[in-house]
């Protein structure tokens, strides 16, 4: 199937891929009108004057989150602008409806310095219930989420963070499972120090781990490093900092191998470096750090990817909708480290009896919103 041809014929007939609906699908009489708006709203608008935090009980906020973007980091082709952002914006949109029944706007900024982008949400929040920070480069994405998360009294969450981790966790515990091991006394290799790989570092240290080495362009980030920048130097809190090297030393005696970075970069003759029978999580997009065909000829236990072609993709779409759909539900604010371990486990407990070919769920799953939605409280 060629998706390229296939994603530019479908957003051309449709001319993208959401629209509004009305709620009330009966008869729009006059009184209905007058109701809905002039004059009737205007009492609407006393009663949440009156009492702000009443606005979900009156608007779509309830159900609402802007899914926000300046395009900086879009899927693996970089910056590309907000412009360009907008089908990926609409996708995602897309998405939180389609698994959540969550009503999801794009709002896509043209906008680039972090205190920008900062103030340009915090001006937008009121209209919405929830904000789902999307494509926002590293570092910046890391202050911007953090301000937010501070300064707001709705949930923000970057999912290119948090919606990875969430995932890979829920994926490594079930292949922890099959392949007999303790996740947490696992080491851990992580390829990437960008959004994801430090989303997943923290969250695995949540779970427990506490042999985990990262690893970075320029080799192993660990104290001995003078070039770390300020986000790289807090994740020594959560790696093995004492560690120097490249790569080959890193992957050593490895149980788990998790690429966030590039194409081909695991090789079999790294593989053979691994502990016996390792966990490979290569989810570069679109070509992994290795192909699955070429791990298990290396002798890997479980591989996964981000790929819709292949068992256990690492997708996403199985943590973010489920998440909102819960924090909108039962009235959370903020999406805590708590609200992701549970939501890791509850995802993991759907595999009843893991297998290389299954450690995690598919994104089509109809018990995977609801029983994520269900642990967020």
Same mark, same amino acid.
């Given at each position: 199937?060629?998706?390229?041809?296939?994603?530019?014929?479908?957003?051309?007939?449709?001319?993208?891929?959401?629209?509004?609906?009305?709620?009330?699908?009966?008869?729009?009489?006059?009184?209905?009108?007058?109701?809905?708006?002039?004059?009737?709203?205007?009492?609407?608008?006393?009663?949440?004057?009156?009492?702000?935090? =009443?606005? *979900?009980?009156?608007?779509?906020?309830?159900?609402?989150?802007? %899914? +926000?973007?300046?395009?900086?980091? #879009?899927?693996?082709?970089?910056?590309?602008?907000?412009?360009?952002?907008?089908?990926?914006?609409?996708?995602?949109?897309?998405?939180?409806?389609?698994?959540?029944?969550?009503?999801?706007?794009?709002?896509?900024?043209?906008?680039?310095?972090?205190?920008?982008?900062?103030?340009?949400?915090?001006?937008?929040?009121?209209?919405?219930?929830?904000?789902?920070?999307?494509?926002?480069?590293?570092?910046?994405?890391?202050?911007?989420?953090?301000?937010?998360?501070?300064?707001? =009294?709705? *949930?923000?969450?970057?999912?290119?963070?948090?919606?990875?981790? %969430? +995932?890979?966790?829920?994926?490594? #515990?079930?292949?922890?499972?099959?392949t007999r091991r303790n996740l947490a006394a696992c080491k851990f290799v992580v390829i990437g120090a960008g959004a994801a790989g430090t989303a997943i570092i923290k969250l695995l240290h949540l779970y427990g781990a506490r042999n985990i080495v990262a690893v970075d362009s320029r080799g192993i980030v660990g104290s001995s490093r003078t070039d770390l920048n300020a986000e790289k130097t807090a994740l020594l809190e959560y790696v093995d900092a004492s560690q120097a090297g490249s790569i080959e030393d890193a992957i050593t005696d490895a149980d788990v191998f998790i690429g966030v970075s590039r194409a081909g970069l695991l090789t079999p003759e790294l593989v053979q470096k691994m502990a016996d029978n390792p966990i490979i999580f290569a989810l570069a997009n679109p070509v992994p750090e290795i192909m699955p065909d070429v791990a298990r000829e290396a002798g890997v236990a479980v591989i996964a990817t981000g790929r819709s072609d292949f068992p256990n993709q690492i997708n996403n779409s199985l943590a973010f909708p489920g998440i909102f759909r819960g924090a909108l539900d039962h009235g959370v604010k903020k999406i805590t480290d708590q609200h992701k371990l549970a939501a890791a486990e509850a995802l993991a407990g759907l595999v009843e009896n893991p297998t290389a070919e299954e450690v995690i769920p598919s994104p089509f799953d109809e018990r995977v919103a609801p029983t994520v939605a269900r642990v967020i409280t």
């Amino acid at each position: 199937m060629d998706y390229n041809t296939l994603a530019l014929e479908l957003h051309k007939k449709y001319k993208g891929k959401i629209t509004t609906s009305l709620r009330d699908r009966e008869e729009l009489d006059r009184d209905k009108l007058s109701a809905y708006y002039s004059p009737g709203v205007g009492a609407v608008s006393q009663a949440i004057a009156e009492n702000p935090a =009443d606005l *979900p009980k009156y608007t779509w906020t309830n159900n609402l989150v802007g %899914v +926000v973007s300046d395009g900086s980091a #879009i899927l693996g082709l970089g910056d590309l602008g907000p412009k360009a952002a907008m089908p990926v914006m609409e996708g995602k949109a897309l998405l939180f409806k389609h698994f959540a029944n969550v009503d999801a706007v794009p709002v896509v900024l043209d906008v680039h310095q972090p205190e920008e982008i900062i103030a340009v949400i915090k001006a937008i929040a009121p209209s919405f219930g929830a904000i789902n920070l999307e494509d926002i480069a590293a570092p910046k994405c890391f202050e911007i989420e953090e301000h937010l998360k501070a300064e707001l =009294d709705i *949930p923000v969450f970057h999912d290119d963070q948090h919606g990875t981790a %969430v +995932v890979v966790l829920a994926g490594l #515990i079930n292949a922890a499972k099959l392949t007999r091991r303790n996740l947490a006394a696992c080491k851990f290799v992580v390829i990437g120090a960008g959004a994801a790989g430090t989303a997943i570092i923290k969250l695995l240290h949540l779970y427990g781990a506490r042999n985990i080495v990262a690893v970075d362009s320029r080799g192993i980030v660990g104290s001995s490093r003078t070039d770390l920048n300020a986000e790289k130097t807090a994740l020594l809190e959560y790696v093995d900092a004492s560690q120097a090297g490249s790569i080959e030393d890193a992957i050593t005696d490895a149980d788990v191998f998790i690429g966030v970075s590039r194409a081909g970069l695991l090789t079999p003759e790294l593989v053979q470096k691994m502990a016996d029978n390792p966990i490979i999580f290569a989810l570069a997009n679109p070509v992994p750090e290795i192909m699955p065909d070429v791990a298990r000829e290396a002798g890997v236990a479980v591989i996964a990817t981000g790929r819709s072609d292949f068992p256990n993709q690492i997708n996403n779409s199985l943590a973010f909708p489920g998440i909102f759909r819960g924090a909108l539900d039962h009235g959370v604010k903020k999406i805590t480290d708590q609200h992701k371990l549970a939501a890791a486990e509850a995802l993991a407990g759907l595999v009843e009896n893991p297998t290389a070919e299954e450690v995690i769920p598919s994104p089509f799953d109809e018990r995977v919103a609801p029983t994520v939605a269900r642990v967020i409280t």
